[in-house]
Nanobody, 121 residues
Framework: QVQLVESGGGLVQPGGSLRLSCAASGSIFSINVMGWYRQAPGNQRELVADITSGGSTNYADSVKGRFTISRDNAKNTAYLQMNSLKPEDTAVYYC???????????????WGQGTQVTVSS
């Protein structure tokens, strides 16, 4: 079965940096899109950034210039480098991947369990 595991979350002061990782494992033929979403208590889950298999990226306006998404296709891993962190970045960050398990099946959506990011002094 496909599994997504996030790591790298934690507590950081405003202006600090964190690097999140998302590793996909299991039965995988190809991964189309990998992305990061976040959800704060009482808020809807929102897209932070995503990246296609070809390397095209998309960012929420609130993180442009501060966050960078990347991926290592050989390792089936996506990263989110977060710099100049602000208190409003505090949320649970979730990894999402669109994965094809075989060339005879359709793409399906998978989610990680989430990792907490807290930005506070």
């Amino acid at each position: 079965q496909v599994q997504l595991v996030e790591s790298g979350g934690g507590l950081v002061q405003p202006g600090g940096s964190l690097r999140l990782s998302c590793a996909a494992s299991g039965s995988i033929f190809s991964i189309n899109v990998m992305g990061w979403y976040r959800q704060a208590p009482g808020n809807q889950r929102e897209l932070v950034a995503d990246i296609t298999s070809g390397g095209s990226t998309n960012y929420a306006d609130s993180v442009k210039g501060r966050f960078t998404i990347s991926r290592d296709n050989a390792k089936n891993t996506a990263y989110l480098q977060m710099n100049s962190l602000k208190p409003e970045d505090t949320a649970v960050y979730y990894c999402k991947a669109i994965i094809r398990k075989s060339p005879l099946t359709a793409f399906s959506q998978y989610w990680g369990q989430g990792t907490q990011v807290t930005v506070s002094s």
